[in-house]
């Protein structure tokens, strides 16, 4: 492998190598990258017959397009052990990501089997082809999303939230200080404080930097994240979803410990329907809490009324002296209310804890860390907004 020129990306602060390695290097190393990560894109079966002319073409001598990589490895980390080589590559393979190339990489993959199997002459030579890379060093979660969307923009993608959960998956490996996110691929839920559903905080997490509860497909998000102007209040090299994992956390935690892990039933509440919740854990354990405390947040950054993540996290802790037995029975109850109300349940139910979390965590707000004046206060605004 050879570097032939490096420059940096100024738009997402990071060093692009253009480099040359030949087929045989680069599939030691692709096999480990789709293997490794259990988001990367699949095969696209509908497109068998234009990979087929692909493996016809590179066959002929034709000249690919660069696959484009990115390295999560800081920049002066690659500098000290003497720039980008392929020992640098093979070492941190498991900080590889395929931004754009995938299906060709498969393709690749496709034919040096097919050719090893009926000429050994021709697979040597084949093997010894160079290959052109792009490959980003230094490119931050956000950054490698906003390029991973670019490239690909206009092809059959990845769902968003499966682009996402592939730059997070180490999160679900270990625990988040001390918090662990569940996979659904791997049949467990979470029973207990402190366990959460990997794809739930993802959603809340895309919430938070769409600044908007409802799903959004990648073009909107996309446009969210190239006018993202607020992180320029954080630091971008930092890991912002861990963060955003450990503050909500910290507030599931106030309610489940400050209500006595309080179990609420229908009698109790004096409804027709099932609780949305038995308890704060499991109230808050849900997509709709999460992605309402995500856009919350972000809509009170963007206000410049909230500085950082530990803001919340320090402020939260005055919660605990509140009745909150009481006033999470009123929760439930406006939320049943909501029930009876809405034609579409789950989006006005996520509208509802935008507002509940905008009332309770803002600063200047008359509800501010008032959990039963948030409650009322955000179906006011909830009424006023479908009226």
Do not use: W
Request: proline content about 3%.
């Amino acid at each position: 492998m050879k570097t032939l020129h490096a420059v940096v990306d100024q738009r997402i602060h990071a060093e692009n190598f253009l480099v040359e390695m030949s087929l045989g290097e680069y599939l030691d190393i692709a096999k480990i990258i789709i293997t490794n990560n259990e988001f990367q894109r699949r095969r696209v079966s509908s497109s068998s017959t234009i990979y087929s002319l692909l493996k016809d073409d590179f066959r002929k001598g034709c000249v690919i397009p660069p696959i484009v990589l990115a390295l999560g490895v800081p920049s002066d980390e690659i500098a000290e052990n003497g720039g980008l080589t392929f020992g640098v590559l093979t070492e941190h393979v498991r900080n590889l990501v395929i931004l754009d190339g995938l299906q060709r990489t498969y393709t690749l993959i496709d034919l040096a089997n097919e050719v090893a199997r009926v000429d050994i002459a021709e697979s040597a030579t084949l093997l010894e082809r160079p290959l052109r890379f792009e490959i980003y060093v230094g490119l931050n979660r956000l950054g490698v999303l906003y390029r991973m969307l670019t490239l690909n923009t206009g092809q059959t993608p990845m769902s968003l939230r499966q682009q996402i959960e592939m730059l997070y998956l180490d999160f679900s490996r270990s625990p988040v200080n001390g918090i662990t996110l569940l996979k659904e691929v791997d049949d467990e839920a979470p029973t207990a404080l402190g366990e959460y559903s990997f794809r739930t905080m993802v959603e809340g997490f895309i919430s938070y930097i769409e600044r908007n509860e409802l799903p959004i497909d990648r073009f909107d998000l996309l446009e969210a994240i190239k006018s993202l102007e607020s992180l320029s209040r954080e630091d971008v090299a930092s890991n912002l979803f861990p963060d955003f994992v450990s503050t909500y956390h910290a507030f599931v935690r106030v309610m489940q410990d400050g209500s006595q892990a309080h179990e609420y039933d229908t009698g109790e509440l004096e409804i027709k329907g099932q609780p949305f919740g038995r308890d704060a854990r499991r109230i808050f354990s849900k997509s709709q809490a999460i992605t309402g405390f995500g856009a919350a947040i972000g809509k009170l950054r963007d206000r410049g009324d909230l500085e950082s993540f530990q803001q919340i996290a320090n402020s939260i802790e005055q919660l605990a002296a509140q009745d909150l037995v009481r006033d999470i029975a009123s929760l439930l109850k406006r939320l049943e209310q909501l029930r009876l109300t809405s034609k579409k349940i789950g989006n006005a139910q996520r509208l509802y804890f935008h507002f509940f979390f905008r009332q309770l965590l803002d600063p200047k707000g008359d509800a501010y860390l008032k959990f039963g004046d948030a409650v009322d206060a955000a179906m006011q605004r909830y009424e006023t907004e479908m009226m």
